[in-house]
C-alpha cells in the first residue's frame, strides 16, 4: 500500500440509472420485494473527487440544490468510504468534492452512483488496489442500486436488482427528463405499491414471487431501436407513484403529446424519463418541456460504469 501524496486529486464519475423495465414482486416475509428490472447507465453522471485527509468529510456543489442532504456519516458517499477504509485497514480518511447532477431522491440511482465513484476514487487515491471483484462486493453491501453504477452500460438486475447480469445493447437511445422540485422515499412508494395491489386484488394478477424481464425488451437494447424500447417501457412503480404524486401524470401526458415515443416514471420517482426517437427529437421535447417551466435534462444511454477520469 502507498501512502497518498497530500495535494493528489483523484477524480471518478459514476453514472445515474434509468430502469427501462422495472417488475417488482409479491412482498417477501422481511418486508422486501424481489425486482426483474434492466438497467440502462446514462450521461447525467455524478463527478467525485477524493483528496487525502486525516478524517472522513463532503462538500457538494453542481446545478442540484443539496442544502438538504446529509453530510455525516450516514451519507452514502462517506459510507462508501469508510466501508472501503474499514476493509482494507486502511488509516487515513478523505475529502470528497461532489458535483452532484443526478437529482436526490429521483428514482436515478444518484446517492448509489456518488458511493460507487467514490469507492473507486478512494481505491485509487489511498492505492489500497482491490480486484475489480472485492469493490462490486462492497458495492452491493452498499445498497441494490451501487453495483450497476459501479458496473454501468446495460444489465439486467434480479434478487434486490443488485444480482447483475449484461445485456446486449446496440446504439445510443435519447431521453429526456423532466426533473421534480421534491425528492420521493423509495420505501414509501414500495409500501404504497403493496397499498394498491391490495385495493385492486381481485382486478389484478397477483403479483409473481420471481418477476423476470420481458424478452421484447432485450430484443429492443439489442436492436438498439428506440421505437421497439418504447411499446415496451414498463414500471411497476408508476402506479403507486402517479397516486403519491398525481401531477405526475400531466408530465407524462405533455411529453407524450409533443413527439416523446413514451413518457415513465423513472424508478421509484418523481423524475419522469421521456424515451425520444432521436437527437433532433428529444432536442424538441426539451424546448417544449422547458417552456411548460418544467426543470428538464437530456442524457444519452447506455454509458460505462463508474471510472477514473483523468483531469
Ligand atoms: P434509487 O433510484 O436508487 O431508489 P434515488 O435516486 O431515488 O435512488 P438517491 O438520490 O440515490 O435516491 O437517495 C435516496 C436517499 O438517500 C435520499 O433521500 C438521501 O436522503 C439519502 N442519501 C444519502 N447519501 C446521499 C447522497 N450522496 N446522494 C443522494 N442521496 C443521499
Known amino acids: 500500500m502507498t501512502s497518498p501524496a497530500a495535494s493528489k ?18 412482498r417477501l416475509d422481511d418486508g422486501y420485494h424481489d425486482v426483474a428490472t434492466a438497467y440502462q447507465a446514462v450521461s447525467l453522471a455524478e463527478n467525485v473527487r477524493a483528496s487525502a485527509a486525516d478524517d472522513f468529510s463532503v462538500h457538494f456543489s453542481g446545478p442540484i440544490d443539496t442544502s438538504d442532504l446529509v453530510t455525516d456519516g450516514s451519507n452514502l458517499a462517506i459510507k462508501a468510504a469508510t466501508l472501503l477504509a474499514r476493509k482494507t485497514g486502511y488509516r487515513g480518511g478523505v475529502h470528497l468534492e461532489i458535483e452532484k447532477n443526478v437529482p436526490i431522491a429521483g428514482g436515478m440511482g444518484g446517492g448509489s452512483a456518488d458511493a460507487a465513484a467514490t469507492l473507486l476514487a478512494c481505491d485509487t487515491l489511498w492505492g489500497t488496489e482491490l480486484s475489480r471483484e472485492d469493490l462490486l462486493e462492497l458495492a452491493t453491501q452498499l445498497g441494490s442500486d451501487v453495483p450497476f453504477a459501479f458496473t454501468g452500460g446495460t444489465a439486467i438486475g434480479t434478487g434486490r436488482g443488485d444480482q447483475l447480469s449484461p445485456a446486449l445493447a446496440k446504439g445510443q437511445f435519447q431521453w429526456v427528463l423532466a ?43 439489442r ?28 408530465v407524462i401526458e405533455l411529453g407524450e403529446e409533443h413527439g416523446a415515443l413514451a413518457g415513465m416514471v423513472s424508478g421509484s420517482g418523481p423524475t419522469v424519463a421521456f424515451l425520444a426517437a432521436d437527437l433532433d427529437s428529444a432536442l424538441e421535447l426539451q424546448i417544449v418541456l422547458s417552456a411548460a417551466r418544467l426543470r428538464v435534462v437530456r442524457a444519452q444511454g447506455p454509458v460505462h460504469g463508474a471510472r477514473i477520469i483523468g483531469d
Do not use: C, W
Open 9 to 26: 486529486v483523484v477524480h471518478a464519475r459514476a453514472p445515474g440509472k434509468i430502469n427501462v423495465f422495472l417488475k417488482v414482486g409479491a
Open 179 to 221: 426533473l421534480a422540485d421534491f425528492g420521493m422515499s423509495t420505501p414509501e412508494v414500495y409500501s404504497e405499491l403493496d397499498r394498491h395491489r391490495e385495493r385492486h386484488r381481485q382486478d389484478i394478477f397477483p403479483a409473481q414471487l420471481q418477476p423476470q424481464v420481458d424478452t421484447n425488451v432485450l430484443q429492443a437494447l
Open 223 to 250: 436492436a438498439g431501436d428506440p421505437h421497439m424500447l418504447a411499446e415496451v417501457l414498463h414500471n411497476d412503480l408508476q402506479a403507486p407513484a402517479l397516486h403519491l404524486e398525481p401531477e405526475l401524470a400531466e
